[in-house]
C-alpha cells in the first residue's frame, strides 16, 4: 500500500432526511492512491456521500473505514483530510501564503516549518512565488489552485473534492482537468472527486461511480462505463448516444424498426431494451468495413458543423433518426451526400450495444 494515500470502505451508507433518501445503501471501496470520481445528475446524493466521508454529514446508518479504521463518528478534522470545494472558501483579507498556510496554524505546525511547506505546496499547483499576493487580484483559476495548495499542505492520503471546477470557464476548466489527473499522479494521494459532468469524470478518474435516486448503479473504469454501461440510464448519461427501442430477435440480434442488427455482446433477457447508439461509432460505409458489420441506409436531414467535427443526423426508412460524427476535415466532405440524399453508415457487433431500459 502506498504510505500517502488511504484506502476507503463505505458499507451500506444511508442517509434519510424525513421522507426523502439522499443516499440509499451505498457500498463502495476505493482503492489506495485512487482517483475515484461521483457522477450523476443534481440530486442523486454525490454531495450527501461526500459529506458522510468528509465527517460533516452523519449516515443514518452504514460504516466509513479509512485504511481499515472506523472513522464513521469521527469529527471531521480529526480525519486528517484535505478538502477542496467550488466555491474556494478562501479567506479574502489574507494573503495566498497566509491562506494556504491555514491548516499549518490550525494544526499548530511550528511557524517556522510554514514557509517550506507554503513554498512547496505553491509550486505544485504553478503559483510559486503568488505568496505575498492578495486573494483579490487573483483570477478564478488561480483561486481554485491556492485552495488546491491549502487542502495539499499537510500532504493528505485522502483529498474530497465537490465540483471544484464548475466556476471556471471551459477552457480553464479542461485545462485544470489535466492538470489535476497530473497532480494526482505526483502526489498519490487518493482522490474522491464529485462532478455531474461525465467528460470531466471520464477524462481524469481510474473508475467513475454513477449514481442516481441516492443508490450506486454502476462503478467502473471510464471505457467500460462508455462501452458497457448497465442499463439505459447509464447509456444515456455517458457519451453521446442515441437511445432507441428495440426487439429481441435472439441472443445475438435485436430487430430495430425494420432492420435486423447483430450484436456480438450478449442480448439481455426482457421486452423493455434499448440500443444505445454512439454517434462516433457509426461510420459511413465505403466499402472497407468489416463484412460483419451492421449497415443502416437513410436519408440527410441535417449536417451541423461543430468545429472539429460534423455532425449528421440520418432519418431511416422508418423514420428512425440517428447521427453520425465525421471529424472535420477536407476529404470528409466529399464523403457526405447533400441533405435529402442517400447515406450507409455502418455499426459493428463489437459496438452494438443493448440495455435493459430504467426509468429516468
Ligand atoms: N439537508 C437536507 N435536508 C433535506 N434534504 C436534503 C438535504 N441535503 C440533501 N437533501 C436531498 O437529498 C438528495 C440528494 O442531495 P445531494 O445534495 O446529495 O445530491 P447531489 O447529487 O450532490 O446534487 P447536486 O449535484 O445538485 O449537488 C436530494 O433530493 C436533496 O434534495
Redesign the pocket.
Known sequence: MDKRAESVEIRSASKA?GA?R?LDDVSLNVGAGEFVSLL?P???????LLGILGGFILPTSGTILFGGRDVTYMPPHKRDIGVVFQNYALFPHMSVGENVAFPLRARRLPKSSWPDKVRAALGMVGLGGYEERGIAQLSGGQRQRVALARAMIFEPRLILMDEPLSALDKQLRESMQIELRALHRRIGATIIY?T?DQREALTMSDRVAV?KD?RLVQIDVPERLHDHPADSFVASFIGEATMLPVRRVDASSVALGNALLRSARAIPDGDALMLAVHSEKLLIDDGAQDGACNRLTGTVTDIVYQGESLRIFLALADGIALSLRQPAYHQAYHRIPPLGGSLTVTLHPEDTIVVPRVGD
Open positions: 432526511y426523502v439522499a450523476g443534481s440530486g442523486s446524493g454525490k454531495t450527501t464529485v455531474h449514481m441516492g
